[in-house]
C-alpha cells in the first residue's frame, strides 16, 4: 500500500518560517507531479503549490514570494518552505502525488495532514 506522510507542521507567530515535509513510502516505480494542498476550517481546499518530476514549480497567487516547494527523487520527499506566515495561512497542509506502481501508471495519493496554525 502506497503512503504519504506529512510532518513539521505547528505553532508559529506572523512573520515566521515553518518548513513541511512528506515523505512517500511503499512499491513505487516513480513518482511525477508532487503537491502542496492546504484547507481551513469551512473553506474549500485549495492548491498551493506544486512541483513536476524535473522540478518546474507553481504556487498560488496567496503564496507567491514567500513559499517554496522542493523534491528529492532519490529520498521520494516534497518540501513546503513557509516564509513570513500570516494568520491566513492557518490550515490542515495535505500532501499529494501522482504515483507509478507496477499495477497502476497514475494513481493519486493524498496524506492525512498536518496542521498548521498563524498566531500571535
Known amino acids: 500500500q502506497v503512503q504519504l506522510v506529512e510532518s513539521g507542521g505547528g505553532l508559529v507567530t506572523p512573520g515566521g518560517s515553518l518548513r513541511l515535509s512528506c515523505a512517500a513510502s511503499?512499491?513505487?516505480?516513480?513518482?511525477?507531479?508532487m503537491r502542496w494542498y492546504r484547507q481551513a476550517p469551512g473553506k474549500e481546499r485549495e492548491l498551493v503549490a506544486d512541483?513536476?518530476?524535473?522540478?518546474?514549480?507553481n504556487y498560488a497567487d496567496s503564496v507567491k514570494g514567500r513559499f517554496t516547494i522542493s523534491r528529492d527523487n532519490a529520498k521520494r520527499t516534497v518540501s513546503l518552505q513557509m516564509n513570513s506566515l500570516k494568520p491566513e495561512d492557518t490550515a490542515v497542509y495535505y500532501c499529494?502525488?501522482?504515483?507509478?506502481?507496477?499495477?497502476?501508471?497514475?494513481?493519486?495519493?493524498w496524506g492525512k495532514g498536518t496542521l498548521v496554525t498563524v498566531s500571535s
Open positions: 499529494n502525488a501522482a504515483i507509478i506502481t507496477a499495477s497502476i501508471y497514475d494513481m493519486n495519493v
Open positions: 511503499g512499491t513505487i516505480l516513480s513518482i511525477n507531479d
Open positions: 512541483i513536476t518530476s524535473i522540478g518546474s514549480t
